[in-house]
């Protein structure tokens, strides 16, 4: 092709057959909880930390973060204008997925995804470890803080040390599960289900009741659709940058 957007030379072609060789292997592992249990909590995390990013943007203040080992998760805060806060958690999660996957097609790009991932995984261990009488399960929070800033400093270790792609492919790993698991999180709980229950609501139907435009289905749609196209953006915007 030519224009704006080259494709594919051989880093484009292994970049997109290694996103494809993920996702095929996320989908297969799915419910494999020895494999993919780490990864939905770190997905959960940063369903969470979308929470509290758009509570603290929007003038709140957060209390605690929490990822529990059912692959649940809660964002406890004050103020903040909800009817913002209350889909980022979703959308959040596709847009970082997105970002994510952006950043791995250059190196810069990678180091400071690094950062970004590293500072929210530092904070939430901070907060976690300053609160954590005030959680129902801090270890699971803590442990996935440890254990993926490890994650990070083995990739930053292979990258200098082993092989300078080591930092790419792994990050994409990790922001291709992300991707994948905020498609799948939106379709399971506000499309396929209607989850309104006295001890549980979904985001989706806390947000039709603040903003009774669409029903809680209809924000599901929303959100699923919005979150497909987010992804092939990211993997369009990583493979523009790695030609």
Request: with cysteine; glycine share 10%; proline share 2%.
């Amino acid at each position: 092709m030519t224009g704006w957007f080259r494709c594919c030379d051989w880093r484009q072609t292994a970049t997109l057959i290694a996103i494809l060789v993920y996702t095929a292997f996320d989908l297969a592992l799915w419910r494999v909880d020895v494999v993919s249990k780490p990864m939905k909590l770190l997905a959960v995390f940063v369903h969470e930390a979308s929470h509290a990013s758009a509570c603290i943007l929007t003038g709140g203040t957060v209390r605690s973060l929490e990822v529990n080992i059912n692959e649940g998760g809660v964002t406890r805060f004050s103020g903040g204008w909800r009817r913002i806060v209350t889909p980022a958690g979703y959308l959040g999660g596709a847009l970082w997925g997105a970002v994510g996957t952006t950043c791995c097609g250059t190196t810069p790009g990678q180091y400071v995804l690094v950062g970004l991932l590293g500072s929210g995984l530092l904070a939430t261990l901070g907060l976690s470890l300053l609160h954590s009488s005030r959680l129902d399960s801090p270890l699971t929070t803590i442990g996935t803080c440890v254990f993926f800033l490890g994650v990070l400093a083995a990739l930053l270790a292979l990258h200098v040390l082993v092989a300078e792609d080591a930092l790419r492919f792994g990050l994409l790993f990790v922001t291709t599960y992300i991707s994948l698991f905020s498609v799948a999180d939106i379709y399971d709980d506000c499309v396929a289900r209607y989850v309104s229950t006295a001890a549980e609501k979904s985001d989706a139907v806390v947000c039709a009741k603040l903003c009774p435009i669409l029903p809680a289905r209809g924000w599901g749609v929303v959100w699923f659709l919005a979150s497909l196209g987010l992804w092939f953006l990211g993997i369009s915007f990583c493979l523009y940058l790695t030609g």
